[in-house]
């Protein structure tokens, strides 16, 4: 079974304030990293992806990865109101999804 | 700009009826995906698919539920013998390279069984 666990959630933090979210996974052999977005009542959409060790950029977002310590996590800079949803770290070719965090920014 | 199209919506069925979810995935992808998610649970991986046939399937997919591509666009799952517990989003996705990242979702189909 390749689990994937995230950090419980829910998570808020104030609008502008950095978001941590972390994943851990079981499958040492994964070889791709994903993170998704998901809206309540929508479906899941990408926000990016990571298959090195260290870190990724992307605007507001980075994601950051290691694979010794088989984990991943995402930090939102700078957070929106518009930002909250329900995040959800992906692993591997068949995107086995993890139980998803959701995160509140307060105005 | 491209989509994966799901059919139908939402469909309400009786408890020990077959159904049949369909899924246009994007013309030029290659991998096709079944997930599902019960409400307010996480998105469960189903089964995926490649090059006519499946590639890997959860335990989740069992004999009860199969998958098939009866032409060049559409991608069906059945689920025979519907069950309540099999109440749940089915999300269809696609991806034309699932090394490097996007999978493409459709918007879900909501099947409710009574």
């Known amino acids: 079974q390749k689990e994937v666990e995230q950090n419980s959630g829910p998570l808020s933090v104030p609008e502008g304030a950095i978001a941590s979210l972390n994943c851990t996974y079981s499958d040492r052999g994964s070889q791709s990293f994903f993170w998704y977005r998901q809206y309540s009542g929508k479906s899941p959409e990408l926000i990016m992806f990571i298959y090195s060790n260290g870190d990724k950029e992307d605007g507001r977002f980075t994601a950051q990865l290691n694979k010794a310590s088989q984990y991943v996590s995402l930090l939102i800079r700078d957070s929106q109101p518009s930002d909250s949803a329900t995040y959800l770290c992906?692993?591997?070719?068949?995107?086995?999804f993890g139980t998803g965090t959701s995160l509140t920014v307060i105005p | 700009e491209p989509e994966v199209t799901q059919t139908p919506s939402h469909q309400v069925t009786q408890m020990g009826q077959e159904v049949i979810l369909r899924c246009v995935p994007i013309?030029?992808?290659?991998?096709f995906y079944w997930y599902r998610q019960i409400l307010g649970q996480k998105v469960e991986f189903l089964v995926s698919?490649?090059?006519?046939?499946?590639?890997?399937k959860s335990e989740i997919f069992d004999d009860q539920f199969s998958v098939e591509r009866p032409d060049g666009s559409n991608f069906t799952l059945k689920i025979r013998s519907t069950k309540l517990e099999d109440s749940a989003m089915y999300f269809c996705?696609?991806?034309?390279?699932?090394?490097?990242?996007?999978?493409?979702f459709g918007e879900g189909s909501r099947l409710t069984v009574l």
């Open positions: 698919f490649y090059n006519n046939e499946i590639s890997e």
């Open positions: 013309s030029n992808h290659l991998y």
């Open positions: 996705a696609s991806t034309g390279n699932r090394n490097t990242g996007e999978l493409f």
């Open positions: 992906a692993v591997g070719n068949q995107f086995y």
